[in-house]
T-cell receptor, first 112, second 114 residues
Framework: GEQVEQRPPHLSVREGDSAFIICTYT??????FYWYKQEPGAGLQLLMS?????DRKEEQGLTVLLNKKDKRLSLNLTAAHPGDSAVYFC???????????FGKGTLLTVTP | EAAVTQSPRNKVAVTGGKVTLSCNQT?????MYWYRQDTGHGLRLIHY???????EKGDIPDGYKASRPSQENFSLILELATPSQTSVYFC?????????????FGPGTRLLVL
């Protein structure tokens, strides 16, 4: 089945710096990709969804890049602030339109 | 208002006891999901449903049952709880739009089985 590897597991940046998270996937038929944010004690909040025909998507300080040749998905948070501290998950639909496969998450800490 | 709610938010159960986790969504989504989250494993799919009356096995269904009595409600049932089922459980609903199923999550239920 589909496998998603996410790195790094932990990331610490200073306020104002960028934070970069990478996921690699195995199923070339994957159609949809997602980034979620989980704050302590809370559920997963959808940040962005990306269809496979998109190479780059930007929204509110977030940039998602999709490299289908290398099967790599990345999230870049520009000008991170302490409120961005959370666990970030990538996920994809694999060859299915319904079942999501998640990466294991990246704990991002933004220090003032 | 929160569109996906879960109850209880915290639960302590004894080994061998029956546990029912409830999920309610007001999104009018057809699809609903139950995941568990464990350190080192991320989120793993237990059961899911395409609509009222349907349940499907996910990747780790052993020891769990699911029930979808209505569009809004989806329950996860542990008939004989074991300590290995101590975890945080998340419910999600999916909007099944445009060929994809963007999932929206509830706040989670923290279950401790003693």
């Amino acid at each position: 089945g589909e496998q998603v590897e996410q790195r790094p597991p932990h990331l610490s940046v200073r306020e104002g710096d960028s934070a970069f998270i990478i996921c690699t996937y195995t199923d070339s038929a994957t159609a949809y990709f997602y980034w979620y944010k989980q704050e302590p004690g809370a559920g997963l909040q959808l940040l962005m969804s990306v269809f496979s025909n998109v190479d780059r998507k930007e929204e509110q300080g977030l940039t998602v890049l999709l490299n289908k040749k290398d099967k790599r998905l990345s999230l870049n948070l520009t000008a991170a602030h302490p409120g961005d501290s959370a666990v970030y998950f990538c996920a994809d639909s694999g060859g299915s339109n319904y079942k999501l496969t998640f990466g294991k998450g990246t704990l991002l800490t933004v220090t003032p | 208002e929160a569109a996906v709610t879960q109850s209880p938010r915290n639960k302590v159960a004894v080994t061998g006891g029956k546990v029912t986790l409830s999920c309610n969504q007001t999104n009018n989504h057809n699809n609903m999901y139950w995941y568990r989250q464990d350190t080192g494993h991320g989120l793993r799919l237990i059961h899911y449903s395409y609509g009222a009356g349907s349940t499907e096995k996910g990747d780790i269904p052993d020891g769990y049952k699911a029930s979808r009595p209505s569009q809004e409600n989806f329950s996860l049932i542990l008939e004989l709880a074991t300590p290995s089922q101590t975890s945080v459980y998340f419910c999600a609903s999916g909007d099944d739009w445009g060929g994809q199923d963007t999932q929206y999550f509830g706040p989670g239920t923290r279950l401790l089985v003693l």
